[in-house]
């Protein structure tokens, strides 16, 4: 054995390589998507990006049917979008072993909000695991792969930003060789994997059987659920990370660790709580353990001194036991410190999109990507941003509102190529079925940016490096009914402009197709920096477009020719014509126009 | 003293693309391969397009949290000096701050810049008892890599973690990166290293 520095999705990677998995599947998103980009580096398992994450949780389902190990991992708000396999792949059970990974994150590193998605696995009614390290990530998965076919389940492993990311030793045989576990001999099971009411209800029975074997199991397996004995006038029980906080901040309590939190092992459960003098729950976000523990009967202090939003850390733990501060540090330094705020990078395509509706006067429903920094200062031009693909549906709903109420404000959609095909197209269908007339524009950079770029089906490359056949959007948005499909240079401001009035007075369904490769795909510079030609008199026009590679504190525009990747965007509004790049004549004598 | 009877905190910061996360990386794989027990954590939303990157290491007999308690870092490592009086409440009051004396202008907002602070080193010294600066990136410059000045801070760094030895430094950065930066990032480790060990010789801080 060697041990090594894993963080915790890399070695859910290594996890789902040791337990013999066959396949795994995602959709990108914080703070889970190196599980797969590790899973498919190491090359065993065969990897795939799906458009979304249900259709990933789907072919996982489909190769535990097929007898196959598979996992599938997504952030939090992914477990949405694949609740509805989700939830019915627990009335059918598996075949090969199949865990679900929800990668949750409190605290909103990187995310719309901080659901507790241990909620989903007890709804679902399937076994929930939550290691609190990147040994036990690692363990987990292999040992939840048995779970799950022992006790015919799907499984979540249910992690969070802290574990994610966080390193720490990992135990592994240099000399393992990778073998998946497969369930050879598949043969139809109609009773048990075809859903029909006759059949779901006989599989609900089996269900709730299964629910209180695993409870039975929970009891007795040390290797989830294992009571450390200390002090005995406090007893914890915790989960997860918060685990680790505990045994920082009271190194002598008793603990109780759970690492299956569902069922919940009610048996051990009652043994801690008649042990102990005083019982806390220790958990981050919901009070999920808490309010199962009250309902045994049992009195524990929990969210009553433990913060119910946000992340704990050592110091939120020791606060709640009203333990001194930790550490007697430095106080901060009080000036308000310049911050370092994500911006869209110099020369980004999404940049020109928005500076155009800014000026507009026309509201925007947005998505979430990059793009959606096109809603901050100085851009400002986005209405809402609520799910990924949302940004369709709400425009035509927006111009329902509006015109009811007398507002004949245009209500255009802007969309990301990652998010566009993650959800978007059925919004679509919808827009042009129900008779919408809003104008869609679809950001294609040719990667998913926000999360890391990766590929993604209008890439043309699969997650396994291999070339394939790239979406069309054009010949979708034909498919689906609209008619008016076309493209516009984002970084011809003008151009942009006039497609979007053009189409916004056309009264049916449109989609302006704008293409930019993202900056940090393709990094060769646009053309040369652009160069002030003239002494800059300070209009502040081209500050306007947020551009990190344009300075102008100093009350005159200043340009780094470092960042500058020479978009020419600031030289088209400078109404000076003072601004120029080298071999971009055409758009300046535009401009000049 | 080559062995910790507690966990050493160490705590990094800089900004996107300046080589934070290796340095944590490497500390924390010297770490391990001295023996220790470690836990690393990272911060890194948007490093790639220059925001802060924030990184925890930990190490000793037996470590928990991957998360250092407020005002209980040991050292401050920071690879920018903005950054290194924002986190300046992460050290304990006889913590040890070594920056490197690096300015990165944060990017304009909306054409604006906001002023970076007037003279970050001083209020560092006055608020620091043990502050030592470097010149990581003119150190780096000379060697002909930029790049190379988070592997500068790594040697100054070596100097006040005598619990890891030299030999363990030299093993897991020849280890941690490609071969072919390995040449340079050894030198850079040692220049950091010799200038921190001078500085100390010379009575200054540590
Ligand atoms: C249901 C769901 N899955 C995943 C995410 C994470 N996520 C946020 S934005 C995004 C994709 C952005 O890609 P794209 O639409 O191409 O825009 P870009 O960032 O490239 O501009 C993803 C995967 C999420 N927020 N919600
Ligand atoms: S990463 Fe790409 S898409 Fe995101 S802001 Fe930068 S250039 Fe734009
Ligand atoms: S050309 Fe102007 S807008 Fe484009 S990256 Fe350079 S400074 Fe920014």
């Given at each position: 054995m060697v041990k090594r520095l894993l963080t915790g999705n890399e070695a859910i990677a290594e996890g789902a390589r040791v337990g013999g998995a066959l396949f795994a599947s995602a959709y990108p998103g914080?703070?889970?998507?190196e599980i797969l980009e590790t899973i498919a580096r190491q090359g065993d398992v065969r990897v795939q990006w799906a458009p979304n994450e249900k259709v990933a949780l789907e072919v996982a389902c489909g190769v535990s049917l097929g007898g196959g190990r598979a996992l599938c991992a997504m952030k939090h708000v992914g477990v949405n979008v694949a609740a509805d396999p989700f939830f019915s792949a627990s009335y059918s059970g598996v075949g090969g072993g199949l865990i679900l990974v929800s990668a949750d994150d409190p605290a909103m590193h990187s995310s719309q909000n901080e659901q507790d998605n241990r909620h989903l696995a007890r709804a679902a009614k399937v076994a929930l695991l939550e290691p609190s390290d990147s040994q036990e990530a690692m363990d987990f998965v292999a040992l939840g792969f048995d779970l799950s076919e022992k006790f015919d389940t799907p499984v979540m492993l249910r992690v969070t930003t802290r574990t994610c990311h966080s390193m720490s030793p990992v135990e592994l045989d240099p000399h393992a060789r990778y073998e998946p576990v497969l369930r050879p001999g598949y043969e139809r099971n109609f009773r048990k994997n075809v859903l029909l009411p006759a059949n779901a209800r006989v599989r609900h029975e089996a269900v709730e059987e299964r629910l209180a074997q695993l409870e039975e199991f929970g009891n007795h397996e040390r290797a989830l659920n294992r009571i450390e004995w200390g002090d005995r006038t406090i007893g914890v029980i915790t989960s997860g990370i918060a685990y680790q906080y505990v045994r920082e901040v009271l190194p002598e309590a008793s603990v109780l660790k759970l690492g299956l939190t569902h069922p919940l092992p009610r048996q051990l459960i009652r043994e801690f709580g008649a042990g102990v003098d005083e019982l806390y729950v220790v958990e981050e976000l919901d009070p999920f353990l808490e309010e199962q523990v009250r309902a045994l009967g049992l009195h524990p202090v929990g969210k009553e001194i433990f913060p119910i939003t946000g992340e704990l850390d050592p110091d939120r733990v020791a606060r709640g036991f009203g333990i001194e501060p930790l550490g007697a540090g430095i106080e901060p330094v009080d000036a308000s410190l310049p911050l370092r705020p994500p911006v869209l990078c110099a020369g980004c395509g999404h940049r020109g999109v928005f500076y155009t509706l800014s000026r507009m006067g026309v509201a925007v429903t947005g998505d979430i990507?990059?793009?959606?920094?096109?809603?901050?200062?100085?851009?400002?031009?986005?209405d809402a941003c609520l799910c990924m693909g949302a940004s369709v549906g709400m425009a035509q709903g927006m111009e329902i509102a509006l015109r009811a109420a007398g507002d004949d404000r245009p209500v255009v959609g802007v969309i990301g190529d990652s998010t566009f095909v993650h959800s978007g197209i059925t919004g679509l269908v919808n827009t042009v079925y129900n008779g919408g007339s809003g104008t869609l524009l679809l950001l294609d950079n040719g990667t998913t940016a926000m999360t890391g770029h990766q590929e993604h089906p209008g890439t043309g490359v699969t997650a396994e490096g291999d070339a394939t056949i790239a979406l069309d959007y054009v010949a979708v948005c034909h498919a689906v009914g609209v008619r008016r499909v076309r493209e516009a240079d984002p970084y011809d401001l003008e151009a942009l402009e006039a497609a979007i009035r053009e189409e916004l007075a056309a009264d049916e369904p449109s989609v302006i197709i704008c293409r930019a490769v993202c900056r940090l795909v393709?990094?060769?510079?646009?053309?040369d920096p652009a160069e002030l030609?003239?002494?800059?008199?300070?209009?502040?026009?081209?500050?306007?477009?947020?551009?990190?590679?344009?300075?102008?504190?100093?009350?005159q525009a200043v340009i780094d020719p470092a960042v500058c990747s020479g978009c020419a965007l600031c030289v088209q509004l400078c109404p000076f014509c003072g601004l120029r790049i080298h071999g971009h004549e055409a758009v300046v004598q535009e401009s000049v126009s | 003293m080559n062995d910790l009877e507690r966990p050493r905190n160490v705590f990094l910061t800089g900004v996107g693309g300046h080589g934070v996360l290796a340095v944590s990386r490497v500390i924390a794989e010297a770490a391990l391969a001295r023996g220790f027990d470690v836990r690393r954590s990272e911060v890194h939303g948007m490093s790639q397009r220059g925001g802060s990157v924030v990184s925890q290491v930990r190490y000793g007999p037996r470590v928990h949290s991957p998360l250092i308690a407020r005002g209980a870092a040991d050292i401050l490592v920071s690879l920018e000096l903005l950054e290194a009086l924002r986190h300046?409440?992460?050290?304990?009051?006889d913590g040890i701050l070594l920056a490197n004396e690096q300015r990165i202008t944060p990017a304009p907002i909306g054409g604006l810049t906001v002023a970076y602070p007037d003279d970050p080193r001083g209020v560092c010294e006055q608020r620091v008892d043990r502050a030592i600066f470097l010149p990581a990136l003119d150190i780096a410059r000379e060697l002909g890599e930029e790049k190379a000045a988070n592997m500068v801070m790594l040697g100054a760094y070596s100097v006040l973690a005598p619990e890891i030895p030299e030999a363990t430094w030299l093993e897991t950065i020849a280890t941690a990166f490609r071969p072919r930066f390995r040449e340079l990032n050894v030198a850079a480790f040692g220049a950091g290293r010799e200038v921190a060990l001078r500085s100390a010789g010379a009575g200054a801080a540590p």
């Open positions: 914080t703070p889970s998507t990507g990059c793009y959606t920094l096109g809603s901050l200062p100085p851009l400002e031009s986005m393709d990094r060769t510079p646009i053309a030609e003239i002494e800059c008199p300070g209009c502040g026009t081209c500050f306007e477009l947020g551009c990190p590679a344009l300075d102008g504190s100093s009350g | 300046l409440h992460a050290l304990r009051r």
